[in-house]
């Protein structure tokens, strides 16, 4: 026997293996007192949870071929940096927006369940998945601010999706938070059920940075954070309260946006 072999016979578990088996162990017994389930549909997965293969498959992530500027996909390559017809007709106040998924069944389940069925869990792996997808992004963001709710409706829905998302994608990514940055200056009507239209006169002038953020935003570079995006008028009123405080830039990540005509 080498005195390495030796050293090795007699050497005691580290510390650090340990504690990783003793964490493999409290898992199993958690998962045997609660299986992981998939996150959208509840169905038992193995390992520590995440999407059963089913959803997994049935989610349309968003990848590219897309427009730099508005994310949406292409259906081919169309060269690097190109941008839709819509980003060159109507140029969005943002500078880039990238989506994980389309907003179609697996996507709005994860999203419901986030919203509506407090599944708070959810928050972080999405905000992992949402990093990823917009990791040019954070990696150029100085700041992550979520789309802020109406302190009225926040008092009646406990907490702001957008705001746990936000959490989860700046600790992801290791940016700095800032919940307050943006606060909903008026209640707005919930934009389900509104023309394109109405939805961008509901929103214009909701959002401010009030007058003791302004120097946190000025100059910066800022990820601004939302859960879906519908037509956009939230985001882009969003982002113009943020250039209007000075902003040098606005990027805008969501979990899952509509995408029309991939159908
Ligand atoms: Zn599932």
Redesign the pocket.
Known sequence: MTPDTAERFIKPPSAARLAAAARAAGRALTDLILPPQ?L??D?RVAGDGG??P??WSALRLIERPYCERLGTPFPYDMGDGAESAEAIADPPPFRRCRAVAAYDDVARRLVHGLKYRDRLELAGRMGVWMARAGAELTGDADLVVPVPMHRRRLWSRRFNQSANLAAAVAASAGKALATAALVRVRPTRQQVGLTAAERDRNVRGAFQVPDDRRLAVAGRSVLLVDDVLTTGATVKAATRALLRAGAAAVDVLVFARVVRGLD
């Open positions: 998939c959208a549909c169905r999407l059963c089913e959803c």
